[in-house]
């Protein structure tokens, strides 16, 4: 039996790890003080391939912030000289990513099929979509709202109670392929909803008054390809007439301020807004469906990873929304909320200055329709891991985050307009 597990253990590691390998790449974070180390930054992207995990890019970089990065094995000694050589601050935060892609996978749950404590590859995930709904169907209803570059289809559930002209809230997950506990926390949402309704006074409430749609993997393209390929991919996996690179950042896909600032034109870059907003099918499927029930949404939530943060707009501009006191009062109180299960402590504020600028994102776009309460959350952790958080960590993660959600659509039903 152990010779078996062994054996299912090996096999599943090294299905992920059917193109990348990752043998002893390395993960860095580099300590940025001023101008002088932001520009020798951009001299060592210049010249090496540098994966930015946080910030999203060499562009992004700020003075007084921490900048994490992978480099590939074979470079790891020529950035270390470079960064001694030029006396900037740095830790290594993973030392071998293949380990920590593989020791990803610690969740003691047996289950073969799909689990909410365990990473489910999108087959296992399509599949609970349908099984989710015909199991509670007075509480879950699945429709199609669009299909990926690829011919996915972009599944959307309905979770509430039946009723007219209900107000709703619209949470999605998993924008960014390699940001795997997001689309594991919508997973986890919808089942709290169902096990919870009739059972727990506010989730029913909830329930009984607003609608959640809830789409539980935006890049789904993108997402089978972090399974198959490359575990560290983030982009789509759409291809453009005259490039040979792949992929746009969907949330740098966005009509709002798009391709402004913190985003790129080139087809290559892990920011490239695409070659118009809306240029993405998942682009397209997500404003088509928010436009269309523009008159019920009432806050739109998006969920990445990582750095533990509650960010609203803007983030394409350094400008303030109008209720800006009471986005910021409200994104206080529900990190607090979060951080009372486990004392995980957030940041928030607004995303230009709390995090960096970037234009063409979703949770300025949904502002810039109308909804008055828009945020993104950037679930566990703070680097650590990274996007590789284990699977041991699903569970948390996910109840603390609950509570966050709960403390906005509580607000929220008692702030209709």
């Known amino acids: 039996m152990l010779a078996f597990l062994i054996l299912v253990t090996v096999t599943l590691a090294s299905a992920h790890h059917s193109g990348e390998h990752f043998e002893g790449d390395k993960v860095f974070r580099v300590h940025v003080e001023d101008e002088n180390h932001i520009s020798l930054l951009h001299e060592l992207a210049s010249t090496k391939q540098m994966d930015f995990w946080k910030p999203d890019s060499v562009t992004q970089i700020k003075p007084h912030s921490t900048v994490d990065f992978r480099i590939k094995a074979e470079d790891t000694v020529a950035v270390e000289d470079f960064l001694g050589q030029n006396r900037l601050q740095y830790e290594v935060l993973i030392s071998n990513l293949r380990s920590t892609l593989e020791a990803q996978f610690d969740s003691r749950v047996r289950a073969t099929g799909h689990s909410y404590e365990k990473y489910n590859q999108w087959e296992t995930i399509e599949a609970w979509t349908e099984q989710v709904a015909s199991e509670n169907p007075d509480l879950i209803s699945r429709s199609a709202i669009g299909t990926t570059f690829l011919g996915n289809t972009i599944y959307l559930l309905k979770v509430g109670k039946p009723g007219s ?57 993108g997402y089978i390809y972090t399974w198959t390929t490359n575990r560290m991919w983030r982009k789509t996996r759409s291809t453009k007439t005259g490039s040979t690179c792949t992929g746009t950042d969907l949330n740098r896909n966005f009509d709002a301020g798009w391709c402004r600032i913190g985003a790129s034109t080139n087809p290559c870059d892990e920011t490239y807004c695409g070659s118009a907003a809306e240029s993405e099918k998942e682009t397209k499927a997500v404003a088509n469906f928010i436009r269309s029930h523009l008159s019920s949404i009432k806050a739109y939530l998006t969920i990445h990873s990582y750095s533990q943060m509650m960010l609203y707009p803007y983030s394409y501009d350094y400008k303030l929304p109008k209720n800006n006191v009471e986005l910021n009062a409200l994104a ?80 929220v039903l008692g702030h209709l307009y």
């Not at 709290?192 to 609608?211: C, S």
């Not at 949770?363 to 891991?385: C, V």
């Not at 996007?387 to 966050?404: D, G, V, Y």
Request: aromatic letters at 16%.
């Open 332 to 411: 206080k109180a529900a990190v607090k909320e979060l951080a009372t299960l486990h004392g995980t402590s957030y940041t928030y504020g607004p995303g230009a200055s709390t995090i960096y600028p970037a234009a063409g994102g979703s949770d300025d776009w949904a502002y810039d329709q109308g909804i008055q309460y828009s945020f993104t959350f950037e679930l566990r952790d703070k680097g650590r891991y990274g996007f590789l958080l284990p699977e041991s960590q699903i569970q948390p993660t996910c109840e603390e985050t609950m509570l966050a959600i709960k403390y906005v659509t509580s607000y």
């Open 165 to 221: 002209d209900k107000p709703a809230i619209f949470m999605d997950c998993g924008f960014h392929a390699r940001e795997w506990i997001s689309p594991a926390f919508c997973q986890w949402f919808v089942r709290e909803a169902v096990r919870t309704y009739g059972r727990e006074i506010h989730m029913t409430e909830f329930l009984d008054k607003l609608d959640f749609y809830v789409l539980p993997v935006v890049n789904i393209d």
